[in-house]
């Protein structure tokens, strides 16, 4: 079964750096790209990376996005209150023919 | 402006069906594969499955197979995600999702989501 694997949590204070890792295989994260979600309670998912470290129009150069391997990585630069959220991260999987998200990462910003 | 806007919440009893609609505004339905995702109290997010609006094809992820069905209208712009044999674990907000960036998982315009409430 294709499993991606996320830290539960993270925290940081305002101004620091904090990296959200995404562990997964062959079929996913090895043999395609991954994008990054931020999710805020009561809202709808932000695509905030996609094709492992493209950044959408309007998304701050604060967040970056890097592969290596079957892991990736996303960086948030200059923490802000407002970045406490859910983050995700989603490549395809060729194994399930689908899209895997991970399991989900709460960043605090203490 | 590109948007979607999703039908309105839902109360519904186990065994029962929804159905959950997804309009597009500001760009041609038949251009983009329509994704869902649900995301359960307190879980994560978990892709359901996508709907070509052009062709009518879809794609289910395993665990909705046979138990979900997606279609569209293109003359209204709309597509309907409908899911059966309702359990109280389907209870979710339920999202449609485009990816504009064509790489299958970039979901850059999502709808505002429809809470669907599975309760006897």
């Known amino acids: 079964q294709s499993v991606l694997t996320q830290p539960p949590s993270a925290s940081g204070t305002p101004g620091q750096r904090v990296t959200i890792s995404c562990s997964g295989s062959?079929?996913?994260?090895?043999?395609?790209?991954v994008n990054w979600y931020q999710h805020l309670p009561g809202t709808a998912p932000k695509l905030l990376i996609y094709?492992?470290?493209q950044r959408p129009s309007g998304v701050p150069d604060r967040f970056s996005g890097s592969k290596s391997g079957t892991s990736a990585s996303l960086a948030i630069s200059g923490l802000r209150s407002e970045d406490e959220a859910d983050y995700y991260c989603?490549?395809?999987?060729?194994?399930?023919?689908?899209?895997?998200f991970g399991g989900g990462t709460k960043l605090s910003v203490l | 402006q590109v948007h979607l806007v999703q039908s309105g919440a839902e109360v519904k009893k186990p065994g029962a069906s929804v159905k959950v609609s997804c309009k597009a505004f500001g760009y041609t339905l038949s251009a983009y594969y329509m994704h869902w995702v649900r995301q359960a109290p307190g879980q994560g997010l978990e892709w359901m499955g996508w709907i070509n609006p052009d062709s009518g094809g879809t794609n289910y992820a395993q665990k909705f197979q046979g138990w979900v069905t997606m279609t569209r209208d293109t003359s209204i712009s709309t597509v309907y995600m409908e899911l059966n044999r309702l359990r109280s674990d389907d209870t979710a907000v339920y999202y449609c999702?485009?990816?504009?960036?064509?790489?299958?998982?970039?979901?850059?315009?999502w709808g505002q989501g429809t809470m669907v409430n599975v309760s006897s």
């Open positions: 989603a490549p395809w999987d060729d194994s399930l023919n689908g899209v895997l």
């Open positions: 094709n492992n470290n």
């Open positions: 999702a485009v990816d504009f960036f064509s790489s299958g998982s970039a979901f850059n315009i």
């Open positions: 062959n079929s996913n994260i090895g043999s395609n790209t």
